[in-house]
């Protein structure tokens, strides 16, 4: 098990942690400091406890925004690809259209050449 020191608030924290995750633990914790010194500055220097409890509710908050906006991304994305799929069954329903138009003119331009025979023929 690995272990990390990190700083919140000018005070040092052994923290235990997965082998492989210090450096993840550290940007956490630095996340969270950040935080943490920006409640220093608005409110000052209060309870630590408070203080780590108040900073744990405003990475929460970025945490559910976080989600929200993957949920509304999530959402456009399936109305993007809903439209796709009907703008794909359109370019396939245009492009049988266009083929059995191709064809029509054809067998029109077979049929006219052979009325135009028959009427040239003595």
Do not use: W
């Not at 409890?53 to 509304?72: I, P």
């Amino acid at each position: 098990m690995g272990k990390v020191q990190i700083e919140i608030n000018q005070k040092l924290y052994v923290i235990g942690c997965e082998d492989g995750q210090e450096d993840q633990v550290t940007r956490l914790a630095r996340h969270l400091d950040g935080h943490i010194t920006q409640l220093v500055t608005d409110v000052g220097q209060i309870s630590e406890l408070k203080l780590m409890l108040m900073g744990a509710l405003m990475v929460c908050d970025e945490l559910h925004e976080a989600r929200s906006q993957v949920s509304r991304l999530e959402a456009e994305l399936a109305r993007i690809g809903e439209a796709r799929a009907v703008s794909d069954a359109t370019v396939v329903r245009n492009g049988q259209a266009a083929r059995t138009l191709r064809e029509a003119a054809s067998r029109l331009d077979a049929i006219s050449d052979r009325v135009t025979a028959a009427a040239a023929a003595p």
